[in-house]
T-cell receptor, first 112, second 115 residues
């Protein structure tokens, strides 16, 4: 059983479109991170959310942590080809558990 | 260094051989993690080190896998008697003390191919 379920698994859109990807679980998390990974590279941290209901914005990216701290979403406005990549969510169940559990990711392709 | 450094970047080995993968974390990062990633998939936890505490080895898939961290800095992941199913990208990450909610800084990984 996967602790973190990400959807959709694959997403292909045209430049300029908006999109939302999701990260869901039945567990409560102390924190959740979103990463983007490009081919041949390691994941790069985009954001950490900690408080239930928290919303963070990073340019055209908006991240939301669910009120119950069990789920999160990533919304991209006016997607660009440079947004192409594998988007991974990761979470810790408690602050004393150093390791994070990762979802299987959403592969996003933005066509020019 | 400025980032997490992993070597080699690519490794092709014959089935049954032993391999060593190296990770040089960011200076001052006391937590170090090893993950494994199959093509286009998420990350599978292997092991993590935090300061002088006993490492969390709960993710190691078999006793052919081991890791050590010398002097609280460089780490080596060793796979003995490699099998084809060991083929994957092995990612190392480091972070500030693990009890905080900081994310990880990853290296670029070692792509291991067992033929």
């Amino acid at each position: 059983t996967q602790l973190l379920e990400q959807s959709p698994q694959f997403l292909s859109i045209q430049e300029g479109e908006n999109l939302t990807v999701y990260c869901n679980s039945s567990s409560v998390f102390s924190s959740l991170q979103w990463y983007r990974q490009e081919p041949g590279e390691g994941p790069v941290l985009l954001v950490t959310v900690v408080t239930g209901g928290e919303v963070k914005k990073l340019k055209r990216l908006t991240f939301q942590f669910g009120d119950a701290r069990k789920d999160s979403s990533l919304h991209i406005t006016a997607a660009q080809p440079g947004d192409t990549g594998l988007y991974l969510c990761a979470a810790k169940v408690n602050t004393n558990a150093g390791k994070s559990t990762f979802g299987d990711g959403t592969t996003l392709t933005v066509k020019p | 260094g400025a980032g997490v450094s992993q070597s080699p970047s690519n490794k092709v080995t014959e089935k049954g051989k032993d391999v060593e993968l190296r990770c040089d974390p960011i200076s001052g990062h006391t937590a170090l993690y090893w993950y494994r990633q199959s093509l286009g998939q998420g990350l599978e936890f292997l092991i993590y080190f935090q300061g002088n505490s006993a490492p969390d080895k709960s993710g190691l898939p078999s006793d052919r896998f081991s890791a050590e961290r010398t002097g609280g800095s460089v780490s080596t992941l060793t796979i003995q008697r490699t099998q084809q199913e060991d083929s994957a990208v092995y990612l190392c990450a480091s972070s500030v003390p693990a009890v905080t909610n900081y994310g990880y800084t990853f290296g670029s990984g070692t792509r291991l191919t067992v033929v």
